[in-house]
């Protein structure tokens, strides 16, 4: 199978969602509810999606999108997975259960951005200290030790 | 180090007791400058201009500087990298493992200043002299190891100027403390005798 084999797939499996997946530069990108999140990701692996690369999030001010990286050894080829959530309670499904490598990832998204993965085994902070206050990776993070660079440098 | 301090002591206030004294400062730095141990403190890319200054090319051995992996072996510790808020606490306990005396080469912009992590940046540790008692400074992002050798000699001359004597030793005090840091305060005289 290879990723245009994958999309009409897709299109068979999620008739509403195929407007939404499109190929760019030999990558599908699949964009899905965040209801959908974890059955989404769960029949991509079994379809051959093995490996989980990265996790990772945007804040677009009223909601952050995360963003899935998977990866298949057969198809040689990878996936993004995008979803939405809203930054007022900014929860999603853990994928942990499918790829381990997701422990981590998700553990440092929620470290920057502060959204909880519901499931995950162990969600606490994983590169900045366990008292640490905000999420610095927010648009709106303000930390007072922070010193800005002036505009003539 | 007791006995030595006593030593000292006891030759200041003995008659004639200063020419003995000197005597035995002169082969005291002579042995400390020509041994300095270094604790490789490397956390980003100097470590690699460090690991480099070890090997052949460089060869630091000759002048009596191994880098030694243990803080109890070492005399001189290199902080070559930047430091961040959360390694900080891991660096300030590695230098209250070191025995006296010992001192600290800051290595690179990040060890001096935060270098390009000065703005715009909340995790890193603006210079590690805001908490260790830096001896000498090399500039450079990364220095090449000829300035790691200059340091090293330049730290030989300062080593070669101290005495034994306690009330001309080195002040190694001054180290400021670190917020939340264990060693300091309420727990520093229990952890010393387990952790440190």
């Given at each position: 199978m290879d990723i245009v084999e994958l999309r009409?797939?897709?299109?068979?499996?999620?008739?509403?969602?195929?407007?939404?997946?499109?190929?760019?530069?030999?990558?599908?990108?699949?964009?899905?509810?965040?209801?959908?999140?974890?059955?989404?990701?769960?029949?991509?692996?079994?379809?051959?999606?093995?490996?989980?690369?990265?996790?990772?999030?945007?804040?677009?001010?009223?909601?952050?999108?995360?963003?899935?990286?998977?990866?298949?050894?057969?198809?040689?080829?990878?996936?993004?997975?995008?979803?939405?959530?809203?930054?007022?309670?900014?929860?999603?499904?853990?994928?942990?259960?499918?790829?381990?490598?997701?422990?981590?990832?998700?553990?440092?998204?929620?470290?920057?951005?502060?959204?909880?993965?519901?499931?995950?085994?162990?969600?606490?902070?994983?590169?900045?200290?366990?008292?640490?206050?905000?999420?610095p990776l927010r648009k709106d993070y303000e930390n007072p030790t922070i010193i800005r660079r002036p505009d003539y440098l | 180090?007791?006995?030595?301090?006593?030593?000292?002591?006891?030759?200041?206030?003995?008659?004639?007791?200063?020419?003995?004294?000197?005597?035995?400062?002169?082969?005291?730095?002579?042995?400390?400058?020509?041994?300095?141990?270094?604790?490789?403190m490397g956390t980003a890319c100097c470590a690699m201009e460090l690991i480099a200054a070890s090997f052949s090319k460089f060869d630091f051995d000759r002048h009596g500087s191994i880098p030694r992996p243990d803080p109890r072996h070492t005399d001189v510790m290199v902080v070559a990298g930047t430091i961040t808020h959360k390694m900080a606490p891991a660096v300030k306990r590695l230098w209250a493992q070191m025995p006296d005396p010992k001192w600290c080469i800051a290595m690179g912009n990040c060890a001096i200043s935060g270098g390009i992590f000065y703005y715009d940046t909340y995790s890193v540790v603006r210079g590690v002299d805001e908490f260790l008692p830096v001896d000498i400074y090399i500039a450079g992002c990364p220095p090449r190891p000829e300035s790691l050798q200059d340091a090293i000699l330049r730290l030989r001359e300062k080593v070669r100027a101290e005495s034994i004597s306690p009330s001309r030793v080195r002040a190694v005090e001054g180290v400021l403390p670190l917020p939340g840091d264990p060693l300091r305060g309420e727990s520093a005289a229990a952890s010393e005798g387990s952790d440190v």
């Amino acid at each position: 199978m290879d990723i245009v084999e994958l999309r009409e797939h897709l299109c068979g499996q999620y008739p509403d969602l195929c407007p939404l997946f499109s190929i760019e530069f030999g990558d599908g990108v699949l964009l899905v509810g965040s209801d959908r999140l974890h059955a989404a990701a769960r029949d991509l692996k079994d379809l051959g999606f093995d490996r989980l690369g990265m996790v990772t999030a945007v804040d677009f001010g009223e909601e952050f999108e995360l963003v899935y990286r998977l990866q298949s050894r057969e198809m040689r080829a990878g996936i993004f997975v995008k979803t939405r959530v809203p930054r007022e309670e900014p929860r999603i499904d853990s994928v942990n259960d499918l790829w381990a490598a997701a422990n981590w990832q998700e553990r440092e998204v929620y470290d920057m951005f502060g959204i909880v993965f519901d499931g995950h085994p162990d969600l606490r902070r994983i590169l900045l200290t366990d008292d640490w206050v905000g999420y610095p990776l927010r648009k709106d993070y303000e930390n007072p030790t922070i010193i800005r660079r002036p505009d003539y440098l | 180090m007791a006995g030595v301090d006593d030593l000292a002591k006891a030759l200041e206030h003995t008659p004639g007791g200063g020419v003995i004294l000197t005597s035995i400062d002169a082969i005291a730095d002579w042995a400390r400058g020509y041994s300095l141990w270094m604790m490789p403190m490397g956390t980003a890319c100097c470590a690699m201009e460090l690991i480099a200054a070890s090997f052949s090319k460089f060869d630091f051995d000759r002048h009596g500087s191994i880098p030694r992996p243990d803080p109890r072996h070492t005399d001189v510790m290199v902080v070559a990298g930047t430091i961040t808020h959360k390694m900080a606490p891991a660096v300030k306990r590695l230098w209250a493992q070191m025995p006296d005396p010992k001192w600290c080469i800051a290595m690179g912009n990040c060890a001096i200043s935060g270098g390009i992590f000065y703005y715009d940046t909340y995790s890193v540790v603006r210079g590690v002299d805001e908490f260790l008692p830096v001896d000498i400074y090399i500039a450079g992002c990364p220095p090449r190891p000829e300035s790691l050798q200059d340091a090293i000699l330049r730290l030989r001359e300062k080593v070669r100027a101290e005495s034994i004597s306690p009330s001309r030793v080195r002040a190694v005090e001054g180290v400021l403390p670190l917020p939340g840091d264990p060693l300091r305060g309420e727990s520093a005289a229990a952890s010393e005798g387990s952790d440190v």
